[in-house]
Each structure stands twice: as structure tokens, then as C-alpha cells.
């Protein structure tokens, strides 16, 4: 058998082959002596036309094929100046696997995206899904193609955690399900009382410290996986489970950082021009029409650069512009975010050296005793894609900033260790995987990014 991505990719060598192919039904046409079906087979974002006529003995019972229903069709691929496509497969054989019920909740016609997150065990099947889904698999693997490339090492960081990578308090506790029975060891003697673990634990927010290690061992590592904040902001751009992109890099500062950063995003950018053609032309096509425009753009520029203090000055400006009006101190809002790369750089822009007391314990203080080498990438359409920072390497200087946060060192007293036994300046950032996967798609909600979304009030499926 052959996918209908084989023939459409080296259709020569196809064209009037006997082929058989397996799928669903996508779309049916039929009259009284022939009729039409358009069948997906999975391995590919188009679907194949398939013709059928009435010399097929079970010429009827097709023709009462459903929407879904599942098909085997043995034929040839015959060239088709007509349809949409050079070709279709011309039937001999038909048989059918599955019919499929006729209340099948995906009809032919468009279905809001709201509508569809409730069947979302249904919506890879529509186009839309099917594009997206499909370049989530293939951006997840460019970035790990990227990294790898670089010699980077990936390591697998816990999912549960006793600290707060990024101490915001976001976390989800850990907890067995019954507290009153909790579980015993092989002798059924020992019991862990209410917290498995002796201590409280949660899931993590980010694999950064923990990837931190790693990179003081093996100087270039990244972490590519879940993460989980109880964010209460419903927003379109935040989920409670996401998927991060965590790399570290030793003998490096926040410049390295950047220039790291920018790479991997025209490479991935690139690589899923190059990679899932089809389906970027149909988000360029149906979902953002200046999507092809705007990518190759930044393909072919430097990303812009700004301090949060500059970045300030120039919002200040424009105060009369926001909600929330702007001024030395506050953490940026999504208005202040867009508008500096939308309105004022009109591409991707970092901005840099933000206030101590708005970022993190663990990023490098400045010479200025007032910010912190942190750097945000924030992209048109989507805002803040990527946080980041060089970290405090400086064992002193790290102490006396955890002590501001109220953060105990003997719960991190292994982060310290790093710095004890020949710690390097270094550094690394968090991109989010939903966030890129928007920003290449043009979708504009998170929940129609990732496949079962969990948000406030939400864990379906
Ligand atoms: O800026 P954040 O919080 O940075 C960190 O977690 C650092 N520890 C990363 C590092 O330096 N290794 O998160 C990084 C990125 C954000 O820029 C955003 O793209 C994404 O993660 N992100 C979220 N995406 C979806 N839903 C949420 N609730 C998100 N919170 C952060
Ligand atoms: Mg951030």
C-alpha cells in the first residue's frame, strides 16, 4: 500500500500504477452512474479524489458512504486535467471498513473554533487541525534538530518538584489522591503520612535550575517539556499545561543568550517553510492572510534590540494610548508588549535589562545594583514568546538576592553548590512551544495550539 503523501510527492512515478489505498471518507458526490470521494488517509494534509462508476458491484452501497466512514480502494492513478488536482485514483475496488454514523458531528461546512475545542477529540480530523497538529510535529523536531546540531545535550528535567523555579507561586501541589489511605511500602509498615515525598511538592514551572546542573557538567543542554502554572488570567495566550523549550549555555552572557535565540527562531521559522509547505500555505491562505509576508520578513532582518529602561521612555510617550499607563518600575502588559513590536519595531524585538524587583532571584544583577540581565523576545501577534536571562553566578550576590525573596538556602542549597564548585557565568531562556506554534500559524488562541487544553475550568478529555 502507498500514502497518499508518496503519490502526491513522486506522483511520476504513480501515474497509471495500480494502487491501494486506505482512509476516510472526507467528502462524497454522487449521481446515478458515478460519484466522487475525497479520502484522507492520514499520512498527508491533502486528501485523494477517488472516482467510482456503476461497473463496481457494490456501486450503491458506496454511494451511501457517510462523512468519516472508512474505505479501502484498489485502483489506478489516472491523470485528471479537470479536478484540483493532476490526478484521482479511478476505482476497481471498493470495500468498505467502517461506515460511520450519520449524527457525525463534523459536517461539511465551517465550524467556529469554539465549538470545535468541545469535540476536541474530533477536531484533527478538520484542516485547520490538521495543519496545526501536523507543524507542532514538525517544529518539535527542528528544535530538537537545531539543538542537537549544536552538540547540545538534551536532558529530561523532573515533572515533580520541591521548588519554585520561578518563586511567582503559580504551582500546583502534589498530593495522594486519598489521604486517609496512603501508600505503604513492601512491608506495609511504613507510612508516608499525607505528602509521599516528607516535603511539599509540586509540578514544576520550569525545568531552569534543574537544567542548570547540567549545563555546569556538560556546558551547552536543553530541556524540552511540560510545565504547569496555575495562572488564573484567562487569557488566549496562557495555559495552566505547556510545553517549554529550556536551553543553558556555559561561558556565555545575556549577548550569547540573544544570539542564540534569534537563531533558533529563523531556523525553525525556516525549517517549517521548507518542511510543511502545504500546511503553512494554508494558514497563509485561511488564517492569516500576511502570515508568508511577515515570516519571510523576519527571515531577512535582525531582530531589534531595546533596555526596558529605552523601552520605558518610549511608551511613556504614548501613555494616553493603554490601560494600564507605563512608567520605571512596572512589569510590561501584554498592550505595552505589542505595541513596542507591532507599532514601534514592526518585528521581533528583545527587550533587556529589566528591574531587579519584577524578575526572578536567580538573574544576574547589573552593575547598576537596579536591573537584571534578563531579556524577553516579543514578536507581533503574540507578545512575549520567549523570557530569559544570564544567571547569577556570583555565590555572594546570589545569597544576599534569595534573602530579598525570602528563599531558604537549605531548600536550594544544590543550586548554590553550582556556584561553589566552578560555577561559570551562564545562561539560558524559556521558549514556549504554543506560543511559537501561534506565532507560525497565525492562530490566535493557545487552546486551538495544543491538543487537550487545560485551562481555569477547564480539563476535558
Ligand atoms: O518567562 P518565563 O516564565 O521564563 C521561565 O520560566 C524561565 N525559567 C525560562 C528560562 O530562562 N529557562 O516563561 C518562558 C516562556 C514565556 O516567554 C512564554 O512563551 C511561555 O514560556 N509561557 C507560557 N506559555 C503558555 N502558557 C503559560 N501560562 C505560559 N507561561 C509562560
Ligand atoms: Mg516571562
Known amino acids: ?45 491533502e486528501n485523494i479524489q477517488v472516482v467510482f462508476d456503476e461497473s463496481l458491484d457494490n456501486f450503491l452501497e458506496i454511494g451511501k458512504q457517510t462523512i468519516s466512514s472508512a474505505l479501502r480502494v484498489q485502483g489506478t492513478l489516472v491523470p485528471s486535467p479537470g479536478a484540483k488536482q493532476p490526478f484521482e485514483l479511478k476505482a476497481e475496488h471498493v470495500e468498505i471498513l467502517a461506515l460511520a454514523g450519520g449524527d457525525y458531528p463534523l459536517q461539511k461546512k465551517r465550524h467556529s473554533f469554539e465549538y470545535l475545542r468541545t469535540i476536541a477529540h474530533l477536531r484533527p480530523r478538520t484542516n485547520t487541525f490538521a495543519a496545526v497538529f501536523r507543524v507542532r510535529s514538525v517544529v518539535a523536531y527542528a528544535i530538537h534538530k537545531f539543538f542537537q546540531e549544536k552538540g547540545f545535550v538534551y536532558v529530561h528535567t523532573p515533572i515533580i518538584t520541591g521548588s519554585d523555579a520561578e518563586g511567582a507561586g503559580e504551582m500546583f501541589k502534589v498530593t495522594v489522591l486519598d489521604p486517609a489511605n496512603p501508600p505503604r511500602n513492601d512491608a506495609g509498615t511504613v507510612n508516608y503520612g499525607e505528602d ?18 547540567y549545563c555546569m557538567a556538560f556546558r551547552n543542554v536543553y530541556t524540552f517539556g511540560p510545565t504547569f502554572r496555575a495562572e488564573n488570567s484567562n487569557t488566549a495566550r496562557h495555559a495552566a499545561e505547556f510545553w517549554m523549550i529550556e536551553p543553558e549555555i556555559a561561558f556565555a552572557e545575556l549577548a550569547d543568550n540573544m544570539k542564540l535565540a534569534e537563531e533558533m527562531m529563523k531556523y525553525i521559522i525556516r525549517y517549517a517553510l521548507d518542511n510543511a509547505p502545504e500546511e503553512m500555505a494554508f494558514f497563509n491562505k485561511f488564517v492569516d492572510k500576511t502570515l508568508f509576508e511577515r515570516l519571510e520578513n523576519i527571515l531577512n532582518s535582525d531582530f531589534g534590540h531595546i533596555t526596558y529602561t529605552e523601552a520605558v521612555k518610549l511608551l511613556e510617550k504614548v501613555n494616553t494610548e493603554f490601560e494600564y499607563p507605563v512608567h520605571w518600575g512596572i512589569d510590561l502588559q501584554t498592550e505595552h508588549e505589542r505595541y513596542l513590536t507591532e507599532k514601534i519595531f514592526k518585528k ?40 530569559g536571562s544570564q544567571r547569577e553566578e556570583r555565590l555572594e550576590v546570589l545569597e544576599n538576592r534569595m534573602k530579598e525573596f525570602g528563599l531558604k538556602e537549605e531548600d536550594y542549597y544544590w543550586y548554590l553548590d553550582l556556584r561553589r564548585y566552578g560555577g561559570v557565568k551562564h545562561a539560558g531562556y524559556g521558549l514556549g512551544f504554543e506560543r511559537v506554534i501561534m506565532y507560525l500559524s497565525g492562530m490566535s488562541n493557545i487552546r486551538d495550539v495544543i491538543s487537550f487544553p487545560r485551562t481555569a475550568n477547564m480539563c476535558e478529555f
Open 1 to 45: 500500500a502507498v500514502t497518499v503523501k508518496q503519490i502526491f510527492r513522486e506522483t511520476e512515478t504513480f501515474l497509471n500504477q495500480k494502487l491501494e489505498i486506505s482512509g476516510w471518507v472526507r467528502t462524497i458526490r454522487t449521481s446515478k452512474a458515478f460519484g466522487f470521494i475525497e479520502i484522507n488517509d492520514g499520512s498527508f494534509f
Open 196 to 213: 509521599f515525598f516528607g516535603k511539599e511538592t509540586s509540578l514544576t514551572v520550569s525545568g531552569q535550575l534543574n537544567v542548570e546542573t
Open 348 to 387: 521581533p524585538v528583545f527587550v533587556s535589562d529589566y528591574p531587579k524587583d519584577i524578575k526572578a532571584f536567580y538573574m544576574r544583577l547589573n552593575d547598576d545594583n537596579k536591573t537584571v540581565a534578563a531579556m524577553d523576545l516579543l514578536v507581533p501577534g503574540v507578545g512575549e514568546i520567549i523570557g
